[in-house]
């Protein structure tokens, strides 16, 4: 059995070669629709004004598979860096990302273990890596997941209800 905490589970490379084969763009876009939906309500105006314009990547070794993206215009979004380097690059393993996550993992150990690489700029990946820290995971439980996702598609099917003119049974609008 796999000692799980150690990093000796690896996405099989067949997977792997077959996910490097995809477009990194159509990708990204995915994983900033998970960053907007779970993510990014919970970031301090602070941390948002740092992040705007700045480039990021999430780069999956084992699964040959990154995600480029910024935080700009109040959301993040998926960025296409060409040849050149971004301004953050985190990079580790799916199993040590997937122990990040859940808190099983210290990313300070993970850092000294080389088991985390963070490139580029120091100032922004200490503060990427405080803001994660702090937040309380709980909110990515799948249950708060899915009641905020309600409860913002009945704020917008509100507002829709709200906005629309409203008809008599004439079906003529009313002016007054």
């Given amino acids: 059995m796999q000692n799980p905490s150690t990093s000796t589970y690896r996405v099989p490379e067949p997977l792997a070669q077959a996910l490097e084969r995809l477009p990194r763009y159509p990708g990204s876009i995915l994983f900033v629709a998970g960053l907007n939906l779970m ?3 919970h970031l301090h105006p602070d941390t948002l004004h740092m992040l705007e314009g700045r480039s990021l990547r999430i780069h999956v070794v084992d699964a040959h598979v990154r995600f480029d993206y910024t935080w700009r215009a109040g959301a993040f979004r998926a960025a296409q860096h060409g040849n ?8 580790a393993d799916a199993w040590d990302f997937y122990r990040l996550l859940q808190r099983l993992e210290d990313p300070d150990t993970l850092f000294f273990s080389r088991r985390l690489v963070i490139e580029g700029d120091t100032e922004l ?7 994660l820290d702090s937040i309380d995971m709980a909110v990515f439980h799948p249950k708060v997941v899915l009641r905020d996702a309600l409860a913002g598609l009945r704020r917008r099917v509100g507002a829709l209800v709200q906005s629309r003119p409203q008809r008599h049974s004439s079906g003529v609008n009313s002016g007054i």
């Avoid at 990946?125 to 803001?131: E, F, I, W």
């Fill in 84 to 91: 050149a380097e971004p301004d953050l690059t985190i990079r």
């Fill in 39 to 41: 993510l990014a309500r």
């Fill in 125 to 131: 990946g200490l503060m990427v890596k405080n803001t």
